[in-house]
């Protein structure tokens, strides 16, 4: 079980607020987006959930277990920059085994032999191997694990870094913008693929997005957010049809 629960999430850098109260329960295995304009706190929201930044108030569930002051990596949530965020001088393959082999690392480093004994070494390097093998070729990136970031066209980088985000099998997929390097035609091209993976792991998605047609084709539900707020929260057809403030209506385009 990984909804999420957000109440009365509160965030402010110096004096400036940039969240104001956001409370919002996320179903486990929704696939929900938060659309809003350039600046009205999509990521700051984002990366509070995934514990790279820190709220200034309010609690975050993952599951049924509070994660305020949980590190990101024990959070069980992965994810993916508009950036790609890729090691340039890695491999595909070094770069999507990077995450497990981190777990691995910290996981060593709590065994009081860690240093002196290190159980089944090969076997564990082999499975990672084995567990980026696969999910490459799912992605249809199976043929590219040796090459480096600056020789894949930008597609093939969003699939790298989708990639490296399953791997770790995460409870949760945090994404944000990850298409707005992409050029048109792939952008439409990726939403589908991206809706794939959601079917296909049936995990929660939360997905942030400045793009209307987007959110309205990829979601369960989409929370409309402006100046750091939620205004409604509903599946795209409602938002729609009835858009239930005058500022939701304007953003969408519809008249009301
Ligand atoms: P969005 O992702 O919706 O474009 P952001 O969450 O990145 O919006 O930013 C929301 C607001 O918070 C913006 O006005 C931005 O300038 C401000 N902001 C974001 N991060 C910081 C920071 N580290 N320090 C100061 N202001 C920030
Ligand atoms: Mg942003």
Do not use: W
Not at 12 to 37: C, H, K, M, N, Q
Not at 94 to 109: D, E, F, V
């Amino acid at each position: 079980m990984a909804g999420i629960l957000i109440d009365k999430v509160a965030k402010s850098f110096g004096a400036t607020s940039v969240l104001r109260e956001v409370s919002l329960a996320i179903a486990d295995g929704e696939f929900l987006t938060l659309l809003g304009p350039s600046g009205c706190g999509k990521s700051t929201l984002l990366r509070i959930l995934a514990g790279l930044d820190v709220q200034t108030s309010g609690s975050l569930s993952i599951g049924d277990r509070v994660v305020d002051g949980v590190r990101p990596k024990s959070r069980d949530v992965a994810m993916v920059f508009q950036s790609y965020a890729l090691y340039p001088h890695m491999t595909v393959a070094a770069n999507m085994a990077l995450p497990l082999r981190m777990r691995r690392l910290s996981s060593l480093q709590r065994l009081p032999m860690a240093g002196k004994f290190l159980p089944g070494t090969k076997a564990v390097t082999e499975r990672i191997d084995e567990d980026v093998r696969r999910t490459a070729e799912a992605l249809g990136i199976g043929h590219l694990l040796d090459r480096k970031p600056g020789q894949l066209s930008g597609g093939q980088r969003q699939r790298v870094a989708v990639g490296r985000a399953m791997v770790r099998q995460p409870a949760v997929f945090l994404m944000d913008e990850p298409l707005s390097n992409l050029d048109a035609k792939l952008r439409v091209q990726m939403r589908a693929e991206i809706k794939e993976l959601h079917k296909r792991l049936g995990v929660t998605f939360v997905y942030v997005t400045h793009d209307q047609s987007e959110a309205m084709t990829m979601s369960d539900r989409v929370a409309v957010m402006l100046d750091g707020e939620l205004l409604q929260v509903a599946p795209p057809q409602e938002i729609y049809a009835d858009p239930t403030d005058r500022r939701v209506a304007e953003f969408i385009g519809s008249p009301k």
